[in-house]
């Protein structure tokens, strides 16, 4: 929606730059993880996910990595474009008995051109 | 959006009417979810499904109620809309038959609802 960004940390980067959003996710046993955007007045969008048994994943200029030690999960931005301008949240996921999937609050990334 | 359609995609209403949004997919997937968004807040479930006539409460689902007598609609219903109701709502989908409640969401563009 259209406030979703209000209340949200905001990381604010130049367009070309490189940008890192990241997530902490609060339980160990989160067996898989997705990023998503939400542009202002949109729908979250899928970005890209990826399984506990991975550490790194590639997309189109979007790199997930994953640190289980710490919990801790980052979403790269490479050559941040204005289109990028948007909040992104994860999503962490447990696929085990009583499987739970929790989204977190998100960042707002704001591309100054 | 995911083939998703929502309607209606805004709706200003009083404290005391009923309220049903819809959720329209016509790609004959299995789960079919109702979440709220508000500032300061991850998405939060309402209420979900699994079938037709099969649904099971959300983190949040005091005040709503939902059905799903076909597979491509999904409502979601305030009998007695309050403030604190409003929000921007979203349905989201698992793809395909098989998938679960785990598996990736896709969202609908979302309905702002207002109660005054």
């Known amino acids: 929606g259209e406030n979703v960004g209000l209340h949200l940390p905001t990381l604010s980067v130049q367009e070309g730059d490189n940008s890192i959003i990241n997530c902490a996710y609060s339980n160990s046993a989160s067996d898989y993880f997705i990023w998503y955007k939400q542009e202002s007045g949109k729908g979250p969008q899928f970005i890209i996910d990826i399984r506990s048994n991975m550490d790194k994943r590639q997309g189109q200029r979007v790199t997930v990595l994953l640190n289980k030690t710490v919990k801790h999960l980052s979403l790269q931005i490479a050559a941040t474009q204005p289109g990028d301008s948007a909040v992104y949240f994860c999503?962490?996921?447990?696929?085990?008995?009583?499987?739970?999937?929790?989204f977190g609050k998100g960042i707002t990334l704001s591309v100054r051109p | 959006d995911a083939g998703i359609t929502q309607s209606p995609r805004h709706k200003v209403t009083e404290t005391g009417t009923p309220v049903t949004l819809r959720c329209h997919q016509t790609?004959?997937?299995?789960?079919m979810y109702w979440y709220r968004q508000d500032p300061g807040h991850g998405l939060r479930l309402i209420h979900y499904s699994y079938g037709v006539k099969d649904t099971d409460k959300g983190e949040v689902s005091d005040g709503y109620s939902v059905s799903r007598s076909k597979t491509e609609d999904f409502l979601l219903t305030l009998e007695s809309a309050t403030s604190s109701q409003t929000s921007v709502y979203f349905c989201?989908?698992?793809?395909?038959?098989?998938?679960?409640?785990?598996?990736?969401?896709?969202f609908g563009p979302g309905t702002r609802l207002t109660v005054l």
């Open positions: 999503a962490e996921i447990y696929t085990g008995a009583n499987s739970k999937l929790t």
């Open positions: 790609e004959n997937h299995r789960y």
């Open positions: 989201a989908i698992t793809p395909g038959l098989a998938g679960g409640k785990t598996d990736t969401q896709y």
